[in-house]
């Protein structure tokens, strides 16, 4: 997709833009070109964090964890924390001390939890991404592309913990020795000027230079933009956005080619009806997606009304964008006569799996 060159400066050494729902690639200027990115650094770092599951852990901070230069959420040695303390304060204040300290207490070390962060990176299809540090400390071999990190984010942000924190303007916290409240505000003032932006993070040190990523949801629609070395990145992000949002349509899918029923083995029916829910999203081709029924070959009674059986997957360009459930649409009651049929079934399928 071509941006009107009028729509961003030329400042950014690197820019992409995306759709949210789709992973749409809307813009890219040197998108796949690798480059330091700083803070933007703890998008994974706090991802990782909230894949823990264990937000309200607490942990006692060490020397070793708070040795670390740069911004800072105020951590002490033998300071008690949580982690939801820590991902504040790296969302927020962009704490390089969270951050490490978050490294020590999943990693072990920071070479262990490097490990894990690019381990997470593979496993999004991140080819040209490397981490080395935990907070964006400038490393020759710690980079992403533009692209990379646009779709780190959209990763990130189907997290509800790390979207909410880093859709968060302040926090009031508590944690210390002993923990005392503490409040902390978001460095990321286009959270305060545009309309409908929910994050994500910035970053920057003299090396990478001003690195940049927003995220906004305006009447249905959701696009993400990053920039990197980019002295300009507040005008540029706003340019990025409104175009992104001005391009993206809303769209309502309902099932294709549905199977209206199902097999019931044991039932007072040989069938049951089936339902699902239209799936809305937003995309600049919507009529690229497709989508994949799961369903088994039969279920076995009693069946209740709003059961659910499968589900369908809403995909474009082989990256799932969501899903939906396949509900039963009716109740279907077991009959103990057909309990000889129910054996036979059971037969019948381990028979073709041999």
């Not at 880093?166 to 002993?178: E, F, R």
């Not at 005392?180 to 090396?207: A, C, E, M, P, W």
């Not at 001003?210 to 300009?232: M, Q, S």
């Given at each position: 997709m071509v941006l009107p060159t009028s729509a961003l400066s030329d400042s950014a050494a690197a820019a992409a833009l995306i759709c949210g729902d789709t992973g749409e690639i809307l813009y890219s200027h040197g998108g796949n070109q690798p480059l330091p990115m700083a803070s933007t650094t703890k998008i994974m770092t706090a991802l990782l964090l909230c894949e823990t599951g264990e937000l309200d852990k607490t942990l006692t901070v060490t020397e070793e964890m708070v040795r670390v230069e740069g911004s800072s959420m105020g951590l002490l040695p033998q300071d008690t924390v949580s982690y939801r303390d820590l991902l504040y304060g790296m969302m927020l204040a962009s704490g390089n001390d969270a951050a490490t300290v978050t490294a020590y207490a999943l990693g072990g070390s920071l070479s262990g939890f490097a490990d894990r962060m690019n381990h997470r990176a593979q496993s999004m299809g991140l080819k040209n991404t490397h981490f080395v540090t935990p907070s964006g400390l400038d490393d020759q071999n710690h980079y992403t592309t533009?692209?990379?990190?646009?779709?780190?984010?959209?990763?990130?942000?189907?997290?509800?913990?790390?979207?909410?924190?880093?859709?968060?303007?302040?926090?009031?916290?508590?944690?210390?020795?002993?923990?005392?409240?503490?409040?902390?505000?978001?460095?990321?003032?286009?959270?305060?000027?545009?309309?409908?932006?929910?994050?994500?993070?910035?970053?920057?040190?003299?090396?990478?230079?001003?690195?940049?990523?927003?995220?906004?949801?305006?009447?249905?629609?959701?696009?993400?933009?990053?920039?990197?070395?980019?002295?300009?990145?507040?005008?540029?992000?706003?340019?990025?956005?409104?175009f992104g949002l001005s391009v993206v349509q809303s769209k309502t899918l309902s099932w294709q080619e549905q199977p209206s029923e199902l097999a019931v083995v044991g039932g007072t029916k040989l069938t049951v009806r089936l339902k699902n829910d239209s799936f809305s999203f937003c995309a600049a081709t919507p009529d690229g997606v497709k989508q994949s029924v799961f369903l088994p070959s039969f279920v076995y009674a009693p069946i209740q009304k709003d059961q659910p059986v499968g589900k369908v997957l809403y995909l474009s360009e082989d990256r799932v964008m969501g899903e939906t459930t396949v509900f039963a649409d009716e109740t279907v009651s077991a009959n103990k006569s057909t309990l000889l049929q129910r054996y036979l079934a059971q037969i019948l399928c381990i028979l073709k799996k041999l």
């Open positions: 533009a692209l990379d990190l646009a779709f780190l984010a959209r990763e990130a942000l189907k997290n509800d913990e790390f979207a909410a924190a880093c859709a968060s303007q302040k926090a009031t916290l508590s944690y210390g020795n002993p923990p005392y409240q503490r409040s902390l505000t978001n460095h990321n003032r286009l959270l305060k000027t545009f309309d409908g932006l929910i994050g994500v993070k910035t970053g920057f040190t003299k090396r990478a230079g001003r690195c940049l990523v927003t995220a906004a949801k305006r009447d249905g629609r959701y696009v993400i933009a990053v920039t990197l070395n980019d002295p300009n990145d507040w005008q540029d992000h706003e340019q990025l956005l409104n």
